[in-house]
């Protein structure tokens, strides 16, 4: 199995930006489906396999509660395994069941629906249920063995018994009554999609079982010695976390004191960083600007919002203690490539992506050798070299010069910024933001 178990979703054709288009709009319009309705769809085989009876019994339950709602079926009906007679004829006859027949490209279907309904009886490890997720759509789908897997129960969707149309029905209902749950799911889904199932995991594994197999050997990252620094890397995490913590308890109580006088709550900042192969964590620190906008509700420039305190937290790396905690709990390690903002993501190049096949750092190779003061470029080129060269000795080496650093205070900063500017992507020029 490569990757997930997926051969991986084109996350560029199916987007939630989608939904907004004018072509998805003008798909609507041509299929009749009022701009208000609630749409559960289904693409796929109309076969019984799918459990097209339990989808049809579901809908005709929901409508009661749920008048003007559409059935969007995209796909047709088969010989094999076919449908029974009158459930053919309730799909043939619906004015409420749209039914654009085989589509040469599925994308702009799923912008349509608020659900997706997958009540099959038996499958591989289904893509449908992947690609709606990647257009922030939630799916509920059965327990048979690979739909099963294609959801995270509660989390991108629901997953229900086989052939039980009660519960099929119940499920569709929770998510077409609760616009705020969907939207959560979607989003939710999208993540998951993005983190597991991008194209270059699968390429990415499939690299690696080519020189499995043309070398005779295990590719260099799943070799004993790997996994052994890994581990070893692991425990000496925890454990230097673990004192740094305990020793430094009044320091942090002391800066957690300070910043909840002058800025007031909360003491830590919290935001979504890129971690470990693109999987996305809430990075701990102290705060050190506060929530100051302008007339229009905007929050002010950074410059503007960073207080003395911060400041000084900053210049000192106190504001990075915290990251202890996400040491601990195994979402970064003690050295690494920086976490990044999650949204950098899509504007990584394929090399560049490679600074999350190891954990982020609280501190790294492109810190003791610049910090902030680089620019983007000569960062990520100090992280790939990281990552190729990673040692237990490199890690000792880099913490003793973060010592130095952070008492000579290098690098805050680039010039002209209070923080490093925005990554806009490759070939793009950069201007200043919170990084």
């Known amino acids: 199995m490569l990757g997930k178990g997926s051969g991986g979703v084109d996350l560029h054709r199916f987007t939630v930006a989608n939904r907004q288009s004018r072509e998805t709009n003008a798909l609507r319009e041509h299929l009749g489906i009022p701009a208000n309705a609630l749409v559960v769809g289904f693409v796929g085989r109309f076969v019984r396999d799918k459990g097209i009876r339990q989808l049809i019994e579901a809908f005709q339950l929901l409508v009661r509660s749920h008048p003007g709602m559409r059935l969007l079926l995209v796909g047709d009906f088969e010989p094999g395994d076919p449908v029974e007679p009158e459930v053919r004829r309730y799909i043939l006859s619906e004015p ?86 969907r939207l959560r799911m979607g989003k ?24 499995e197999l043309m070398s005779g050997e295990p590719a260099p990252t799943s070799t004993p010695v790997m996994e052994s620094v890994r581990r070893s890397k692991r425990v000496f995490d925890i454990v230097m976390a673990t004192t740094g913590l305990l020793v430094l308890s009044p320091l942090l109580a002391v800066v957690a004191l300070l910043v909840r006088i002058c800025l007031g709550a909360p003491i830590l900042f919290r935001q979504e960083r890129a971690g470990w192969l693109g999987s996305r964590f809430e990075c701990l620190k102290f705060r050190t600007m506060t929530d100051a906008r302008d007339e229009n509700g905007q929050l002010l420039p950074d410059e503007d919002r960073l207080t003395r305190l911060g400041r000084f937290l900053r210049s000192t790396s106190l504001d990075e203690l915290p990251e202890l905690v996400n040491v601990i709990r195994g979402e970064m390690s003690l050295v690494g490539p ?64 973060t010592v130095r650093q952070v008492f000579r205070r290098d690098g805050i900063a680039k010039s002209g910024h209070v923080t490093m500017p925005e990554f806009l992507g490759v070939g793009v020029k950069h201007k200043g933001g919170n990084a």
Not at 189 to 211: M, S, T
Not at 366 to 382: P, Y
């Open 338 to 401: 920086r976490p990044l903002l999650a949204k950098y993501l899509e504007r990584y190049s394929e090399e560049q992506m490679r600074r999350h096949e190891v954990l982020p750092g609280i501190t790294g190779w492109a810190q003791v050798n610049g910090r902030n003061a680089l620019d983007w470029d000569k960062k990520f080129v100090l992280d790939l070299w990281y990552v190729e060269n990673e040692s237990f000795w490199l890690d000792l080496r880099i913490l003793a010069a």
């Open 188 to 211: 939710a889904g999208r993540e998951r999609v993005e983190r597991d199932f991008r194209p270059e995991v699968v390429w990415d594994a499939l690299v690696h079982l080519y020189g």
């Open 96 to 181: 409420a069941a749209i039914r654009p027949g085989f589509v040469s490209d599925t994308a702009p279907y799923y912008s349509l629906m608020d659900v997706l309904a997958l009540p099959t009886y038996r499958e591989g490890f289904p893509g449908v249920p992947l690609e709606a997720q990647a257009s922030g759509v939630p799916v509920v789908t059965t327990n048979a063995t690979g739909a099963a897997d294609s959801v995270v129960d509660g989390v991108t969707g629901i997953v229900v018994p086989c052939g039980d149309t009660v519960a099929l029905a119940s499920a569709l209902d929770s998510l077409l009554g609760d616009p705020d749950l």
